[in-house]
């Protein structure tokens, strides 16, 4: 039947459908993505475009020192959450983790709002595959800059999970209900964010804080700024640097993106071996998500961090 003469689904349906997908991300669970088209999904898109909507916020709720202090560091400690558990624990199993624990960080990763991790694991895992080729979801030299950027998760291809390739981390329901219900832990962490605004407006008033301007501070502007500084690996990170090591795809170092990200910026390095914990291969590559790894295993969270081979570090062919 040709296309232009099936039924278009009611309004309702829509609507219906949209709020499914919002509220539940294996809502109508698609075994192959792949048989989605390659094109912007608006209607499951419209969280991410409010998330960026409220930068205008600013206008009205103007800044404090706390506010933005607050904001930096949450970005950091997100950022290690992300780069951390959901990057080398969960799509690269880089080092051990207890149930408890990675639970724990999955949630702490999920605050921000870069889905579930086991839909993070699952496309980088996919990246590795068949970085910088056409199959690549996200290759700057393949598809174009602002795609690798951004355009790539407003798809409707990629927003569903390929279970497929996170077999290991699938097996844990803890898990898939966080990936499921990805939008839970971000509104669990802005209603944290807003009450503790208000505890320090009402609680110490020198500090000049409000309820609303701490929640803009700490959820959306914060939250924007971790979502880019990860997404500048996909793309600046492909671009932009040198590369130590000859690779089979466009990965490049980066010390300003290496301060970024957190170490995340040594992604040529990454490349070379992406089963290591440590980034930065050299002393001299400040790798900041490393040391609180290393930290968190001398105090018994996590074990078996994974060493880079001596002869990868030693021997430079490139």
């Not at 898939?176 to 964010?193: I, K, T, W």
């Not at 309820?211 to 492909?238: C, D, E, R």
């Amino acid at each position: 039947m040709n296309n232009s003469t099936q039924p278009k689904a009611s309004t309702f349906t829509r609507i219906k459908d949209m709020l499914g997908h919002w509220l539940d991300s294996d809502y109508k669970r698609i075994e192959n993505p792949k048989a989605l088209a390659v094109k912007v999904d608006w209607e499951r898109c419209i969280p991410f475009i409010i998330l960026h909507l409220g930068l205008f916020l600013l206008i009205w709720v103007s800044w404090s020192p706390t506010a933005v202090i607050a904001a930096i560091i949450l970005y950091i400690l997100r950022m290690f959450a992300i780069t951390g558990f959901y990057h080398r624990y969960f799509s690269h199993r880089s080092f051990k983790a207890g149930r408890i624990m990675q639970f724990i960080m999955a949630v702490w990763g999920n605050t921000a709002m870069q889905r579930g991790a086991l839909w993070w694991a699952a496309n980088h895992r996919h990246h590795h595959k068949h970085s910088d080729t056409e199959e690549d979801l996200h290759s700057p030299g393949v598809q174009g800059f602002w795609w690798s950027h951004i355009g790539w998760i407003t798809c409707k291809r990629n927003f569903p999970t390929d279970y497929s390739q996170i077999k290991d981390l699938a097996k844990f329901p803890e898990l898939v209900f966080l990936n499921r219900f990805d939008q839970l832990v971000p509104y669990l962490y802005g209603a944290c964010m807003y009450a503790l605004g208000y505890f320090l407006e009402t609680t110490y008033p020198t500090l000049a804080v409000t309820a609303p301007q701490f929640f803009v501070w700490t959820f959306f502007v914060s939250t924007v700024f971790l979502l880019h500084g990860t997404l500048m690996i996909n793309s600046m990170a492909h671009v932009w640097g040198k590369q130590r090591y000859k690779t089979k795809d466009d990965s490049k170092n980066s010390a300003i993106l290496a301060i970024i990200t957190l170490g995340e910026g040594w992604h040529n390095n990454h490349h070379r071996y992406p089963h290591s914990t440590r980034q930065g291969f050299k002393w001299w590559e400040i790798d900041i998500t490393y040391y609180g790894l290393k930290i968190m295993s001398l105090l018994g969270l996590i074990t078996k961090l994974r060493k880079v081979p001596d002869e990868i570090i030693q021997n430079r062919s490139k």
